[in-house]
């Protein structure tokens, strides 16, 4: 069972595409991927059912969560996760890291940018960092789905409505990894500030037509949506 909101679906229903035994059922939100991303979903057939939900990716993952806690469902079918609500994700995404300071070899403070909608992959990074890997800081970059860089600049985390970008699979206002970032550092905001702190406010620049928003923890870009 799988909320997708572009790039995952895809991934997920070629994977088990005509797989015994298993069944993929894929929410995406309607109006809300690319039309290539809908193809990848919509066109396999077999074991691959695609739902187009009403709504945005955060709809299409509560529908998902809620499936998870409902005992009817669980007592009836077997369900599992592609999404890194299912922490089996993240560790192939851990490796990554691994590799690339591997190829770094060296012993500086080492910073990794990582586009972030679910904030799945910087939370493994987060975990590899924790294990003892040789990375400084993670820069947390979003679109103006910034709910957590303006946690990280106020302390308060209050997800808004999805709004609609281009860059769709980073549209994600309630990104279901957080809280588990935060679980890894007790809730502690600064805590949390030392890992993805005020250092970013260095790295900022300004691309044309682009606008910068709240940048003093994290990296919000805006662009305009065509259309």
């Not at 809730?187 to 005020?198: C, M, R």
Request: proline share 5%.
């Amino acid at each position: 069972l799988v909320a997708t909101s572009g790039d995952t679906g895809g991934a997920v229903a070629k994977g088990f595409e005509g797989l015994d035994g298993i069944n993929v059922c894929i929410l995406y939100p309607k109006g809300r991927i690319s039309e290539v991303q809908e193809k990848q979903i919509t066109t396999n057939g077999k074991n691959i059912i695609a739902f187009e939900v009403d709504g945005d990716f955060d709809d299409c993952q509560k529908m998902v969560k809620d499936a998870f806690n409902d005992t009817e469902i669980k007592n009836k079918i077997r369900l599992t996760s592609a999404n890194s609500i299912n922490v089996a994700r993240w560790l192939p995404q851990m490796f990554y890291y691994f590799l690339a300071i591997k190829k770094i070899e060296n012993n500086n403070e080492n910073i990794f940018s990582v586009p972030s909608g679910n904030f799945g992959n910087i939370c493994a990074g987060i975990l590899t960092k924790e294990m003892g890997l040789n990375i400084d800081l993670f820069i947390a970059s979003t679109n103006i789905n910034k709910t957590v860089p303006d946690y990280l600049e106020s302390g308060i985390y209050n997800p808004q409505k999805t709004k609609p970008t281009i860059s769709n699979a980073m549209d994600v206002s309630n990104p279901s990894n957080f809280i588990r970032i935060q679980k890894i550092f007790d809730n502690d905001l600064q805590k949390i500030k030392k890992v993805i702190k005020e250092y970013i406010k260095y790295l900022i620049f300004t691309p044309p037509s682009h606008n910068i928003i709240n940048p003093l923890n994290a990296i919000s870009i805006e662009v305009p949506r065509s259309g």
